[in-house]
């Protein structure tokens, strides 16, 4: 799938699920809603975070490390499992087992379907629409910054974006690393580091 139909179907779920604020107070909304069954487990295996598998009777769960300790990382993860769940993922394959390397909240993965889950992710947390918005409403305000449509980050904005970072971080429930890339990918800012 391209990434704009990979949009298309977030729109058609934030419509559905999301109709204020951040997706991911509405994650758990949407997997009763789905039907499906959301268990946090507990795994030796480091390497694991989640997991999207179908029982007897078809039914969908959704299962997440119970150890991992960043909010951001955990919506990410079960917003990851959620796009295996409403891409249609499952005609490919029966199972997925998705590993920390495997859902990347930062770069482009190297595998199909996890690449499309974390864009798919990346959308239902930060909609493109929403984020800009925010981003940009907060340039505007700022005094500091001076360009209101872009945001280099440097020595003299490193202030004035960690304000912004902290408050759309907890507005989305993302990790930073996530924001950055969403922020870029968006052509709404460039990180000197
Ligand atoms: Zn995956």
């Not at 975070?49 to 009777?57: E, I, R, W």
């Not at 493109?128 to 440097?154: G, H």
């Not at 020595?155 to 690393?177: F, H, P, Q």
Request: proline share 2%; glycine share 4%.
């Amino acid at each position: 799938m391209t990434n704009n139909e990979i949009e298309l179907e977030v729109l058609k779920i934030l419509d559905k699920y999301v109709q204020r604020g951040g997706s991911h107070k509405q994650l758990l909304k949407i997997m009763q809603a789905e039907g499906i069954k959301f268990k946090e487990v507990s795994v030796s295996n480091d390497n694991f975070l989640g997991a999207l598998t179908f029982g007897k009777n078809n039914n969908p769960y959704i299962m997440v490390n119970q150890s991992i300790n960043n909010t951001g990382r955990r919506n990410f993860t079960i917003a990851h499992e959620l796009g295996h769940y409403f891409l249609n993922h499952r005609l490919l394959s029966p199972v997925f087992l998705c590993q920390d390397s495997q859902i990347n909240e930062d770069r482009v993965s190297e595998i199909l379907l996890e690449r499309e889950a974390n864009y798919f992710a990346t959308c239902l947390l930060m909609p493109e629409q929403k984020i800009k918005s925010a981003f940009l409403a907060m340039l505007r305000y700022s005094k500091i910054i001076k360009t209101k449509t872009f945001l280099i980050v440097n020595n003299k904005t490193y202030g004035s974006w960690c304000k912004i970072k902290n408050d759309l971080m907890k507005r989305y429930g993302v990790s930073e690393a996530a924001l950055r890339y969403r922020l870029i990918n968006l052509r709404l800012a460039e990180f000197e580091f």
